[in-house]
Every structure is written in structure tokens, then in C-alpha cells.
């Protein structure tokens, strides 16, 4: 009998197919991220923005790549690689009670003055980010890569939009305006920045315009010098010249609550006694008057009678002076 010989033409050719699925799959599966690193290695900035390009490869390094400058074209970036994007215009960080400031709700920096009262300063700091290529390197190298948490408690990148840059300046920018702040205003007492705040201390001083003048001049004096220390004193903190064209306006200084319900109640004190002053001179003018016409009529009779005549009703028929009934009303 011939001897039967088996047949492997079926599975070598469902072997190939499978092995040739695989091929198709892996393919796919190199292809697919490829082709997005492809399309997301293109990359522009808007005017207002300036970005740090890091490398983000499989088999780079995480170093800085390049700066991308405001308003750019489209940019070939590198595969996978990060951008940050971090703000090009002016800046500001705005503290105030009245809402609407980098922190929500009322925000004041409260700083003791040198007479011991809790001063509460308001004002808007103005700066812009140094965009030299290698200060910007050294600013994502150094505060780019980590995160800082919000006032509502999240925790962001600088360059993760307004939540990321409000986060870095609220923890690390606002310390520093806190302590300018606090060294200045406490080497001026509380009436010589708010001249109501006299009203309620032991002091001689009143509450003029020319105390005013000096109040204005003063707060003066407190933005300029930090204005003058604020530089310096970020560039110490933050380790280089991060931040330029600094200015920082002081709008406003208040009083704690309860000494500002207490100069209210003073001040409503001496509204009451300048009205019973009031109130006594127009009495003492009304007596004083009334003296005068009485001596011009001791000394005018005939003058005191034409007043009476002047002061009786109209349409009288009969006057009898000394006579009680001598004056008779019209009748109807």
C-alpha cells in the first residue's frame, strides 16, 4: 500500500496569516503615536504668550529644547515634546477688599503700624516676565517644573493658564509684597497714614486738610520706598531677574473694624456737639436781636406802636389801644 502523506499547505497558510495580523497590528501601534507626535510637534504662540519648548521624546532628555517668541508661526517643536506657556504682557497681581483681587472674596495685607494698629493696605503690583532666553530657561528650569497650590486648594504648574501663574504668584510673589509692606508702614503711626485714626488715640491732633496733605504724603512715601525695595528683594528671593518693570500702587489704607466703628462713634460725637454748638449760637443771635429791637423801642415809642400796626391782621374794623377789647375782627 502506498504510504499517505500529510498535508501542511492549510496551516502554513493560516500561520502566515496570523503572523502577518500581528504585523498589521504592531504596525498600527507604532504608526498611531507616530503620527500624532508628527501632528503635535507643530506649535505656535499667541501675541500675549511665550513658550518654553522641553523635550518630551521616548529616548531624549527633559532639557529645555527652545523659546518659542510671541505671535510666531508655526514651529516644529520635536517629537513629543512639552511646551509651557507663560504670559509675554504686563502682569499684575491686585489686592483688595473689595473683591475681584488674586484671592477670592476680601483680601488685605494687614500690617501693624508703629504705634501697634493693625493697618489695612490695599494696592496692585505691575510687572512683566523677563523674557531674555536664558533668564526664561532658568525660570522653567526652576519654577516650571514644579507645582504650586491655589487658594481653593488645587495644585497647578505655573504655566497651567490663570489657575498655574495666579498659584505661583499667590505663593511665591505675595510673601515677598507682604513683608515690603510691613516694613514700611511700621515706621509711620496709624493718624499719619488715616488722620481719623486721632480721634480715637491720645493725641492733640485734629483732623484737618493739612493733616491730610501729610496722611497723602506719607502713603507716598511707603509706595516709593517699596517700590524701591521690591525689585531687590524679588530678584533675592526668586534667585534672578525674573520679573521686570516692577510697580507697585498703593490705593488704599483702612483701620481694623473696631477702630473704624470707634472713629464712627467720635465722629458722631462731635457732629452732636457741633449742632447743640449750633443750635446755642442761633439762640444766643436770637436773644441778642431781640435786646436790640427792644432798645430801639425804649427809645422810639412811636416806632414800637407802628410795628403793632404793621403786625395786626388785615381787615380789621376797630383798634383801641390799652383796651383789651379794642381790636374787632371783620365778621362774616
Not at 24 to 45: D, N, Q, S, W, Y
Not at 180 to 200: I, K, P, T
Not at 230 to 250: M, P, Q, R, V
Request: aromatic share 8%; with cysteine.
Amino acid at each position: 500500500m502506498p504510504r499517505s502523506v500529510p498535508r501542511t499547505d492549510g496551516r502554513r497558510s493560516g500561520g502566515f496569516r496570523k503572523w502577518a495580523i500581528l504585523m498589521v497590528i504592531a504596525a498600527i501601534i507604532l504608526a498611531v503615536p507616530t503620527v500624532i507626535g508628527a501632528f503635535g510637534g507643530f506649535e505656535r504662540t499667541g501675541g500675549g504668550e511665550v513658550a518654553v519648548i522641553r523635550n518630551g521624546g521616548l529616548l531624549d532628555d527633559n532639557r529645555v529644547r527652545q523659546i518659542i517668541e510671541p505671535g510666531s508661526s508655526v514651529t516644529w517643536i520635536g517629537w513629543w515634546s512639552q511646551i509651557h506657556r507663560y504670559p509675554a504682557q504686563q502682569r499684575y497681581y491686585t489686592i483688595t477688599s473689595a473683591g475681584g483681587g488674586e484671592r477670592s472674596g476680601v483680601d488685605v495685607v494687614t500690617v501693624p503700624s508703629s504705634d501697634g494698629v493693625n493697618m489695612g493696605i490695599e494696592g496692585t503690583l505691575y510687572f512683566n516676565l523677563n523674557l531674555d532666553h536664558e533668564t526664561l530657561k532658568s525660570f522653567d528650569d526652576k519654577f516650571g517644573t514644579r507645582k504650586f497650590r491655589s487658594a481653593g486648594g488645587g495644585t497647578y504648574y505655573p504655566w497651567d493658564g490663570d489657575e498655574g501663574w495666579s498659584a505661583f504668584l499667590d505663593q511665591i510673589i505675595r510673601p515677598v509684597i507682604d513683608n515690603d509692606l510691613r516694613s514700611q508702614v511700621n515706621s509711620f503711626r496709624c493718624a499719619e497714614l488715616v488722620s481719623s485714626c486721632s480721634l480715637v488715640q491720645n493725641s492733640g491732633d485734629q483732623q484737618t486738610g493739612l493733616q491730610q496733605l501729610g496722611n497723602n504724603a506719607n502713603i507716598a512715601k511707603i509706595q516709593n520706598a517699596v517700590n524701591t525695595s521690591l525689585a531687590e528683594d524679588l530678584k533675592s528671593t526668586l534667585g534672578a531677574e525674573f520679573l521686570t518693570n516692577i510697580h507697585f500702587n498703593l490705593s488704599r489704607v483702612t483701620l481694623p473694624k473696631q477702630v473704624q466703628d470707634a472713629v464712627d462713634q467720635a465722629q458722631a460725637a462731635f457732629a452732636k456737639v457741633t449742632e447743640a454748638q449750633a443750635k446755642v449760637a442761633q439762640a444766643r443771635a436770637e436773644a441778642d436781636a431781640n435786646k436790640a429791637r427792644q432798645d430801639g423801642y425804649n427809645k422810639c415809642p412811636t416806632c414800637a406802636e407802628i410795628e403793632k400796626l404793621k403786625a395786626l391782621p388785615q381787615g380789621i374794623t376797630v383798634y383801641a389801644p390799652g383796651n383789651t377789647g379794642g381790636v374787632a375782627l371783620p365778621t362774616r
